[in-house]
Antibody, heavy 115, light 108 residues
Framework: EVQLVQSGAEVKKPGESLRISCKGS????????ISWVRQMPGKGLEWMGR????????NYSPSFQGHVTISADKSISTAYLQWSSLKASDTAMYYC????????WGQGTLVTVSS | QSVLTQPPSASGTPGQRVTISCSGS????????VYWYQQLPGTAPKLLIY???QRPSGVPDRFSGSKSGTSASLAISGLRSEDEADYYC?????????FGGGTKLTVL
């Protein structure tokens, strides 16, 4: 069974750094890109970017380029989404998803940024 | 402002057939597959339709997808109360994935 399991909810202060994770199992992790999707409170889905776990090649939505970093460690079948300096506006639910057909989604990680 | 355009809301009564539209352009829907997701309150999105009209294992055949030109539709037949959710269309646009703004389906 294909599964993407994400790390738990985080509460951070503005200016802090954060890395959340997404661990794949039940398939060859390097076979499919991993995307990250943001959902702000009460809002729709926004695609942030993706990574090819086989070689860590990434491409980002222009809306998120420079604001987050996507990385992966294929040795442990895990992808990451990272911020160096969080803002209150980063408060959202973040989902990872495999990019195969059909795709599979993680359960989501809630990130709350508040002073 | 989402790249793909969906109606913000739709409704129907139990047993009815409802459709949700999704409009895009030649660079996304016009030249790539369309995906549909269902998001129940407080849960992660669930894939309903991929490659325009394919259902993943476990998705009832009450759900169907179609595409024509730069538009696509999701049809739900035999509407049930548990179908009340948000529905999103998506497509690749060059190397970016774009979503519709979502349609809130209410079962009256």
């Amino acid at each position: 069974e294909v599964q993407l399991v994400q790390s738990g909810a985080e509460v951070k202060k503005p200016g802090e750094s954060l890395r959340i994770s997404c661990k794949g199992s039940g398939y060859s992790f390097t076979s499919y890109w991993i995307s990250w999707v943001r959902q702000m409170p009460g809002k729709g889905l926004e695609w942030m970017g993706r990574i090819d776990p086989s070689d860590s090649y990434t491409n980002y939505s222009p809306s998120f380029q420079g604001h987050v970093t996507i990385s992966a460690d294929k040795s442990i079948s895990t992808a990451y989404l990272q911020w160096s300096s969080l803002k209150a506006s980063d408060t959202a639910m973040y989902y990872c998803a495999s990019a195969g057909d059909p795709d599979y989604w993680g359960q989501g990680t809630l990130v709350t940024v508040s002073s | 402002q989402s790249v793909l355009t969906q109606p913000p809301s739709a409704s129907g009564t139990p047993g009815q057939r409802v459709t949700i539209s999704c409009s895009g352009s030649s660079s996304n829907i016009g030249s790539n597959y369309v995906y549909w997701y269902q998001q129940l309150p407080g849960t992660a999105p669930k894939l309903l339709i991929y490659r325009n009209n394919q259902r993943p294992s476990g998705v009832p055949d009450r759900f169907s997808g179609s595409k024509s030109g730069t538009s696509a539709s999701l049809a739900i037949s035999g509407l049930r109360s548990e179908d009340e959710a948000d529905y999103y269309c998506a497509a690749w646009d060059d190397s970016l994935k774009v979503f519709g703004g979502g349609t809130k389906l209410t079962v009256l």
